[in-house]
């Protein structure tokens, strides 16, 4: 298995404009989560989901930010309008919902807004 | 107050030394407790987890430890190498009563630069 896939790697946008992040669980795993990481505040969860629900949104920050996994194998988080407070790696890591067991996490996108 | 909190913020040693990093957490129950490498630019590795009722674990050079009772956790690493070098994160997961869906209290994490 590639692991947990996200994309972009590196996004650059301006202020006021909507993006899109993307993720690839691990296949069979059923649980999906997606953090955003800064200097100041480390990592933070902002929403996770099981089997495709979304279980918890309260680390969504605000209205701006939306995330959906239409099916196992895809979710996405958005933003929109992006400020440039929302600039920092966001990373998405699945598990196989157990919590003894091991989440893998993405190789991060760096999202910048100016 | 941050549930997971972990010393030191930074480390810096040189090449072959041993070194121990730290976690106290308040997180209570809790269910597993974990320690995360994050290199420059990555996603964050999974080194060890333990359960509430274990109190070590190793993976090659490192060596977990968990106090259940003082609520302490102790990375240690030993005759570090340079690619080492790296955030270690401390992160627990509480127990809400069945399944958590693994919901991670992550610590702001130790700044480790080794030295050759």
């Known amino acids: 298995d590639a692991g947990v896939i996200q994309s972009p790697r590196h996004e650059v946008t301006e202020m006021g404009q909507e993006v899109t992040l993307r993720c690839k669980p691990i296949?069979?795993?059923?649980?999906l989560f997606w953090y955003r990481q800064t200097m100041m505040r480390g990592l933070e969860l902002l929403i996770y989901?099981?089997?495709?629900?979304?279980?918890?949104d309260s680390g969504m920050p605000e209205d701006r930010f939306s995330a959906k996994m239409p099916n196992a194998s895809f979710s996405t988080l958005k933003i929109q309008p992006s400020e440039p407070r929302d600039s920092a790696v966001y990373f998405c890591?699945?598990?196989?919902?157990?919590?003894?067991?091991?989440?893998?996490f993405g190789q991060g996108t760096r999202l910048t807004v100016v | 107050k941050n549930q997971v909190e972990q010393s030191p913020q930074s480390l810096i040693i040189l090449e072959g030394k041993n070194c121990t990093l730290q976690?106290?957490?308040?997180?209570?129950?809790?269910?597993?407790l974990r320690w995360y490498k994050q290199d420059t630019g990555r996603g964050p590795v999974s080194l060890t987890i333990m359960t509430f009722s274990e109190n070590t674990k190793s993976n090659g050079r490192y060596t977990a430890t968990l106090d259940a009772d003082t609520k302490q956790s102790s990375l240690h690493i030993t005759a570090s190498q340079l690619s080492d070098s790296a955030s270690y994160i401390c992160v627990v997961t509480p127990n809400a009563g069945g399944t958590s869906y693994g919901k991670l209290t992550f610590g702001q994490g130790t700044i480790l630069t080794v030295h050759p």
């Open positions: 989901f099981n089997n495709n629900v979304p279980i918890d």
């Open positions: 296949s069979g795993h059923n649980s």
């Open positions: 976690c106290n957490y308040t997180v209570s129950p809790f269910s597993n």
């Open positions: 890591a699945s598990s196989d919902g157990t919590d003894n067991t091991e989440a893998f």
